[in-house]
């Protein structure tokens, strides 16, 4: 089984300043934006070898032949494989004959966190940061399961708190700039990376794209276009000729590529897909979108105009999505064909409340109507209409399981955490149904008065 030290690409007696280096080296070839999960192992690796006392820890537990180090390495791969009930009974063996050991806490906190015990992750997580309140990996964590929980203010509060144990720690910035942004202060988000920033030397500025690529997202929400062409500047600046880095940077760019799209910003989005071509030229997904690009920048001028117009916005939605089908732009493609087919199964069941915008739109704006009239001309005839319809709605029911999930999360969504509710939603429990009448066998008389059995009356 991989050690922490694996991870980071060290031996056992790595020093600590190797070991920053290889935590800085494996960011930069896992970002988090491309690779969540491993970029959490490299985290947690960091986090337990650069303090002393946990690295003292877990370099004992690696010594050991008896039966904490089999279950510890056990609980790692049952966390890893997704049963985190059986890990969890592990975890708490060890802790009971052994509650000295924190590394085994810490791991009994994560995996009560992604059971989604948040409750007893925070119970564990409080107790760590009190035992070590020098670690700034266990202020991390708390602050994470704060932020899971939907307690932003706790969470920013804890992400302070570990930012100050351990600067070097680029999860922790992104993480407190996420809280700022979960509580709706875009601007101070922002500020968080900026200032996260000013930790960048020689040594680590390879490693700050991620940090670029979050500025870039934020830049795009505020429609400031000057401070994101400085920041995707910055991020193109620091690619090496590291074939894996510039495909990092080539992907963070191609999703940049469809944010930009999103808002509307196509000349940007334009400039952006070209710097992916460089980075990963022959990319087939970055051809796509850049082709799909090319085909609206064709198109900018009329559609501005139309999108200044005084058309239904559902109908302007609609224009957009046939122009530039949104399977094109985004990164789950049948998620969004899904999401488009039901949009588009609305507008041809009231097609007749935008017949009059239909014929304006096509004398107004003839290459945007010559590019989706087939589409239109068979949703304005009957006979085609229904058809198109029955072959939507038989898509849909071929994705009733995925349609589900979609607006299961936009429900959740759309009610989103609360910071001033410090509990979870409590949903009043069903209760069981009650008769109101004795229960009659079925070779009881019938209570109807009739003389026959119940079965051969009313029971039938």
């Not at 050991?64 to 279950?71: D, I, K």
């Not at 309140?133 to 939907?150: C, E, I, K, T």
């Amino acid at each position: 089984m991989s050690t922490l030290y694996d991870i980071l690409g060290l031996e056992k007696d790595a020093s600590s300043l190797a070991i920053k280096k290889g935590y800085f080296s494996m960011v930069r070839k896992y970002p988090p934006e491309r690779y969540p999960d491993k970029f959490m192992e490299i985290r947690k690796a960091y986090e337990t070898l650069s303090n002393e006392k946990t690295k003292r820890e877990y370099d004992s537990i690696l010594g050991m032949s008896n039966f904490v180090r089999v279950n510890f390495e056990q609980a790692q791969k049952l966390i890893e494989y997704g049963q985190f009930r059986k890990a969890i009974g592990m975890l708490e063996e060890i802790s009971r004959h052994f509650p000295e050991i924190l590394t085994v806490r810490n791991l009994l906190g994560e995996a009560y966190s992604k059971n989604g015990n948040t409750e007893k992750a925070i119970g564990i997580y409080k107790k760590l940061v009190e035992d070590a309140p020098d670690n700034g990996g266990f202020a991390g964590h708390l602050a994470h399961a704060y932020l899971n929980r939907g307690w932003q203010k706790k969470a920013i509060s804890a992400y302070l708190k570990a930012i100050e144990l351990d600067k070097n720690n680029i999860s922790l910035w992104m993480g407190l700039s996420d809280a700022y942004f979960a509580n709706n202060d875009i601007g101070e988000a922002m500020n968080i990376l900026e200032r996260s920033l000013e930790h960048e030397n020689d040594e680590n500025r390879d490693s700050f794209g991620p940090i670029y690529f979050k500025l870039a997202l934020l830049d795009i929400n505020f429609r400031d276009i000057n401070r994101l062409r400085m920041h995707l500047n910055k991020m193109t600046d620091i690619v090496s000729e590291d074939e894996e880095d510039r495909e990092n940077a080539g992907w963070a760019l191609l999703n940049i590529t469809r944010q930009l799209m999103d808002y509307g910003l196509f000349s940007e989005a334009g400039e952006t897909i070209k710097n992916a071509e460089k980075l990963m030229p022959g990319n087939e997904e970055v051809l796509n979108l850049k082709k799909s690009v090319d085909r609206f920048l064709e198109v900018d001028h009329e559609f501005s105009k139309f999108e200044d117009d005084s058309y239904d916005d559902y109908f302007k939605a609609m224009v957009f999505r046939k122009l530039f089908p949104e399977e094109e732009l985004d990164d789950d493609p049948k998620k969004s064909k899904v999401i488009r087919i039901m949009d588009e199964l609305v507008f041809l069941e009231e097609i007749n409340k935008y017949k009059k915008q239909i014929n304006r739109f096509r004398d107004a704006y003839p290459e945007l109507y010559s590019r989706i009239k087939d589409f239109l001309i068979r949703a304005l005839n009957p006979g085609m209409n229904r058809k198109m319809r029955n072959q939507y709605e038989s898509e849909i029911g071929k994705n009733r399981k995925l349609l589900t999930s979609i607006m299961e999360e936009a429900a959740f969504d759309s009610y989103g955490p609360d910071d001033d509710l410090e509990d979870d939603f409590y949903f009043e429990p069903q209760q069981p149904i009650r008769r109101e009448e004795p229960k009659v066998g079925r070779n009881e008389p019938c209570p109807c008065g009739s003389g026959k059995k119940y079965k051969k009356c009313c029971g039938k």
